[in-house]
């Protein structure tokens, strides 16, 4: 018979873009996926938009409710940037309320939830400076997170700061399922190397605050890699997608530093 440790979380995870709806009340200002469906709804299913998802804003008990029923103990999702500080500058204090009370909804019915910062919705303000190609982002990111560590610190003891940072990179810079649709490798480099920087500042951040029983991480999607064969052509690939898909990010957020024959890599081809 299998035992799970006492304290086993389960649970399930969303983020604030797929969930809450209201993409356009209470303060809130555009993300890249508001924007986005304005100027091109056919790129959405059946031209459904981000004011029309599951109405968490509204429905945040009836969710927490389900979470319950479901006999979950945990549960992740992110806030949304664009609500919490709309101008990058401003608390909008009706936003921190809204979480507030998701937050304590949760703790009320026994489950703990888990915050991530950023699930792809960069805010409209910032995309056009650049978003994660401008080194602003970082510091941006940075003041985003301390707030609402301070914020919400006091209900949220664990807390990511991406989720999945490999795919804004992938689907955005080198493909088109991202805003900003864009395939230019050396853009993506200098993409993936901010979003690093801002998940350190906004640990750093998070430090300093020194929550009691705080704890946090990044959420990255690992996969292996194998070589399609034993061939020396394919054990290099094989080395190289380990590098760029895994070790990229893996190597830096645990050694604090890049793999040499990455960086060497990005040197070669400038």
């Known amino acids: ?63 927490v409710a389900n979470m ?25 204090q009706t936003a921190v309320k809204f979480y507030r009370a998701y937050f304590q909804e949760m703790l009320d019915q026994g489950i703990e939830p888990i915050i991530n910062l950023f699930h792809f919705d960069m805010p409209w303000w910032l995309m056009e400076k650049g978003g994660w190609e401008a080194r602003e982002s970082v510091d941006h990111f940075a003041f985003y997170a301390k707030t609402a560590f301070e914020q919400f610190g ?20 080198y493909g088109d399922a991202h805003w900003p649709q864009v395939r230019d490798f050396k853009r993506a480099i200098q993409v993936g190397y901010h979003t ?16 009691p029983d705080g704890e946090i991480c990044i959420i990255l999607n690992l996969s292996p890699v194998y070589p399609k064969s034993q061939e020396a052509a394919d054990r290099e690939a094989a080395e190289w997608a380990d590098l760029l898909y895994i070790r990229s990010f893996l190597d830096c957020v645990v050694y604090g530093q890049f793999p040499e024959k990455l960086t060497s890599l990005f040197k070669e081809h400038h």
């Open 154 to 173: 006091d209900l949220v003891k664990k807390w990511a700061t991406f989720n999945e940072p490999l795919v804004h990179i992938e689907c955005g810079y």
């Open 196 to 211: 690093l920087l801002a998940h350190a500042k906004a640990v750093a951040e998070f430090r300093k605050l020194a929550l």
């Open 1 to 63: 018979m299998i035992h799970f440790p006492k304290n086993f979380l389960w649970g399930a995870a969303a983020s604030a873009p797929q969930t809450e709806g209201a993409a356009a009340v209470d303060g809130k200002s555009p993300s890249t996926w508001d924007k986005w469906f304005e100027l091109e709804p056919s790129r959405f299913y059946d031209g459904v938009g981000p004011s029309d998802t599951s109405n968490t804003y509204y429905q945040y008990r009836e969710d």
């Open 68 to 92: 319950k029923a479901m006999n979950l103990n945990s549960y992740r999702t992110s806030i949304a940037w664009t609500r919490l500080l709309p101008d990058g500058k401003t608390l909008n």
